[in-house]
């Protein structure tokens, strides 16, 4: 019954934050005669915790009653306050006032509180009456949707914005790379006239730059300090006397032995020497701190052994990456720019020529690592976090793993000496294989739901 013999009654009900486990708390009635104000505002009609929903406005989004008909049947709209990070309407931003169906689910913000629109009907007596609600004057039909034009004020957060919301700048405003650049461009201007610290200076942020490319697409959290530690780890073993060895194994037991300027070989035998001398050795020297993450986290407690260890692909991945950073760095800097400078310097006689010409290679090759170093490394670090995930086939995953990302670095090594548009697709296939594997972890992630690169996606 839906006449004159009904009440009408409606409920925002929160389904999503702190408060939905507060049974009927967090059960909000929708009366007929006047409007609800949802924000942090004291003021407010349905008041969330300023500092628990510090995304949530102070005076946020309104849900206002209309009576559109003369047997008072009763509707209402949800409007936007004007606020900062913007009301959503069933996964949309609200833009202008919208009418409510039941079933309909409320956000404030993007990843804020979430409510649903209920509405009920209920039997009363003749002798009872409903009160009607005049429509207000704003109010339009627009594509069977009643909307109603937005206030026209200008609230005191959004004139100053970094009051409500400092909390998120952190988190979802990049604030922390800001910095990081500023103080960059700084010690780049603080080191002009001194090269080498100034190439130092540059390759770092390039670097940092190139990571936090494949740390957004990952999309998992994991600790700095843990990136920075693998990344520092290999540096330490290429300093160590564990390279020698290395390179005794692979370069003087196995046919890796590097070929000399004057030496005439075929493409082939390039590569099989590039396979083992190259591809197979550096690639699990650059896995060694991912298989000490899982050392680690294997024989840690709680939280430590989550924070540190390899418990699924993305961890793989995010450590082997950080792992050739490091390695890039040290190479890049200890080894090619050295090189390059000095054969410069003695063939124009022109020191001045010779620092630009490192400079010139140090920016691609820094550049590069995302197609290179950093997608060989990450590709083996997929296969280390799913041997983790299924390791009942887990040697079977190793090998296929181990072999294809030596494949790939053999590949590069072997053509950039014959063509540069060979390069090139040896390259983009290699970055290829680096986002297919980011692609594939995301997707097996154990913590999909807490991924912030595919969070805005939803579920699947």
């Known amino acids: 019954m839906t006449g004159k013999n009904a009440r009408h009654n409606a409920f925002l009900r929160l389904v ?16 007929p005669s006047k409007e609800m104000v949802i924000g942090r505002d004291p003021s407010c009609q349905v008041v969330l915790d300023a500092m628990t929903y510090r995304m949530v406005s102070r005076r946020h989004a309104v849900v206002r009653p209309l009576s559109l008909s003369p047997d008072s049947k009763f509707s209402w709209v949800l409007c936007d306050l004007n606020s900062a990070n913007g009301t959503y309407l069933n996964g949309q931003r609200l833009y202008e006032c919208q009418e409510l169906h ?7 913000g993007a990843d804020g509180p979430q409510y649903v629109f209920e509405y009920e009907y209920t039997s009363i007596t003749p002798a009872t009456t409903v009160n009607q609600v005049v429509p207000l004057p704003s109010a339009t039909n627009y594509h069977g949707h009643t909307q109603l034009k937005q206030p026209d004020y200008v609230s005191f957060t959004q004139l100053f914005p970094i009051i409500s919301t400092g909390k998120d700048l952190t988190r979802k405003a990049y604030l922390i790379p800001g910095i990081l650049t500023v103080i960059f461009v700084v010690l780049m201007f603080a080191t002009v006239g001194r090269p080498q610290a100034n190439q130092v200076i540059v390759a770092t942020y390039i670097a940092f730059a190139a990571y936090y490319f494949v740390y957004q697409l990952c999309g998992k959290q994991k600790p700095w300090w843990v990136l920075m530690a693998a990344a520092i780890s290999t540096t330490l073993i290429l300093l160590s006397p564990l390279l020698d060895l290395f390179i005794f194994f692979f370069r003087g037991i196995l046919p890796g032995s590097l070929p000399t300027p004057q030496e005439s070989i075929t493409f082939t035998e390039l590569l099989v020497r590039m396979f083992f001398g190259a591809g197979m050795m550096e690639e699990l020297l650059k896995a060694l701190p991912i298989l000490g993450a899982f050392a680690i986290g294997r024989i840690s407690s709680s939280p430590w052994r989550e924070r540190i260890g390899v418990w699924e692909p993305l961890d793989g991945i995010l450590l082997g990456t950080a792992s050739a950073v490091g390695f890039t760095l040290l190479e890049t800097l200890g080894q090619y720019v050295p090189d390059i400078t000095q054969n410069v310097t003695q063939q124009v006689g022109i020191g001045a020529a010779g620092q630009l010409a490192g ?6 090759r820094i550049l590069g690592s995302v197609a290179g170093h950093m997608a060989y490394s990450g590709y083996l670090g997929y296969f280390i976090g799913l041997a983790v995930l299924k390791p009942s086939r887990s040697w079977q995953i190793l090998s296929i793993g181990y072999l294809s990302a ?10 950039g000496s014959i063509n540069a548009l060979l390069l090139v697709v040896v390259g983009v296939l290699s970055y290829a294989f680096l986002m297919a594997a980011i692609l594939k972890a995301r997707a097996l992630s154990p913590t999909r739901s807490q991924n912030f690169a ?4 939803g579920p699947k």
Do not use: C, K, M, V
């Not at 039941?102 to 404030?108: A, E, Q």
């Open 16 to 31: 999503s934050g702190n408060g939905a486990t507060f049974g009927a708390e967090s059960r909000y009635s929708l009366p």
């Open 406 to 415: 030596s494949a790939l670095h053999a590949l590069w090594n072997a053509t």
């Open 359 to 364: 400079l010139q290679l140090l920016i691609p």
């Open 454 to 457: 595919t969070r805005f996606l």
């Open 102 to 108: 039941p079933g309909d689910r409320i956000s404030l």
